[in-house]
């Protein structure tokens, strides 16, 4: 009874009231919790990001970021002249956008499908299983498809009757990337929509039962509305790694034969800057990568905004 | 119950139906995902070449930890 009482009489000041010093000294507390992860943003993010002027210079590990020659915009005008580049770009966005494409409504539906499941304990059970393949890391996952897609004794193989080496047709890349990445994630992004699901009024479900709605009817005009939003905060946040397509997995899959489909920009830049050591171009390269993402954020979060006013950041 | 019988009509499909069809849905898709992972743990146990040959399956074949210890 006294604590409610003093947390009563010392109201938290209200913002916009007060000069900006009373109010800092009001709450200073919370202004020193924040402190934490501003500084740690500012020197691990921020202070690093000097060197992306190399981007700008004729890097020499000898002379530093600092001494080297500036170069201009010359290393930029060798990327987009490179022969491999509209490729690269191509596969870079396609790669993406068909991953988003596929890899977004599923979760959604799984969502959708395992709220009506009536037994808790088989819900759980299926739930269980279908995030386990998240925790395991992406070289193995990469093992595992070359085991099932072996042209000798693999699965995929044995189940068709052929004998095709898929990884060195360029046309299945894709969709190996793809299905693999589905099977790996979508049980994981489930649980946020389960969890959205799970919080929906029953009497809505009720009442909607009772006006003889059915099955379909329930799912299409209280659960999709209810996710809405949620969906495009999804879609903002995909939105964010569009351009970053896993470097790992896609140079780990990625062979001679194949890569007029797996040659992407991520994969690129390590070779360039870290096997042959072009320090300068490679960051330049990442740097374009990383400006095209930027804006691909910037569109979608407008675009999204349009849709739901709440859930825009920018 | 009226209600029930209601919505029954309404969709063509019983409460009890829908039930069954999802939970085939349900076990087709836990299948496909718990399938692969079972498939390293046995591979996992099995003698190499038959894995190599595609004759592992169902269970181990030739049981041996030689690829765990």
Request: with cysteine; charged share 15%.
């Amino acid at each position: 009874m006294s604590r409610s009482k003093t947390a009563a009489a010392r109201p938290v000041s209200q913002p916009g009231g007060g000069s900006l010093k009373k109010r800092l000294l009001d709450n200073w507390q919370l202004y020193a919790m924040l402190l934490v992860p501003v500084v740690l943003t500012i020197i691990y993010k921020y202070i690093p990001m000097y060197g992306i002027q190399i981007a700008f210079r004729d890097y020499k590990a000898s002379r530093g970021f600092m001494g080297s020659e500036w170069v201009g915009l010359e290393w930029f005008s060798r990327f987009f002249s490179a022969p491999t580049f509209g490729r690269m770009i191509k596969n870079t966005v396609l790669l993406s956008f068909y991953s988003l494409l596929w890899g977004f409504p599923i979760p959604i539906i799984l969502a959708l499908m395992m709220n009506q499941l009536r037994f808790q304990k088989f819900k759980r059970v299926t739930q269980t299983v279908l995030y386990a393949p998240h925790f395991i890391s992406t070289m193995v996952i990469c093992g595992m498809i070359r085991i099932f897609l072996s042209p000798s004794g693999g699965l995929i193989n044995l189940i068709a009757g052929t004998s095709v080496d898929f990884l060195t047709e360029s046309g299945a890349f894709r969709t190996i990337y793809i299905a693999s990445g589905i099977w790996q994630d979508a049980g994981w992004g489930i649980i946020v929509y389960m969890a959205t699901l799970s919080n929906i009024d029953t009497s809505l479900y009720e009442a909607a039962k009772v006006d003889g709605a059915s099955l379909f009817q329930r799912i299409l005009h209280i659960d999709i509305p209810e996710l809405t939003s949620i969906m495009v905060l999804n879609l903002i946040m995909s939105a964010g790694g569009l351009m970053n397509v896993g470097f790992e997995k896609v140079w780990l899959l990625q062979t001679d034969l194949n890569k007029a489909t797996s040659d992407v920009i991520a994969v690129y830049v390590y070779q360039q800057g870290i096997e042959n050591a072009k320090y300068s171009y490679s960051t330049a390269v990442g740097l374009f990568n990383t400006v095209i993402n930027i804006i691909l954020l910037i569109a979608v979060n407008k675009i999204a905004g349009r849709i739901s006013e709440d859930t825009s950041f920018i | 119950m009226k209600a029930n019988t209601k919505s029954g009509k309404l969709t063509g499909l019983s409460e009890k139906s829908s039930d069954i069809i999802l939970v085939v849905i349900c076990t087709i898709i836990l299948f496909i995902v718990a399938y692969p992972l079972y498939y390293v743990l046995i591979a996992s146990v099995s003698n190499p070449y038959d894995v190599y040959a595609g004759k592992t399956f169902l269970l181990p074949s030739q049981f041996t930890l030689d690829g765990i210890t």
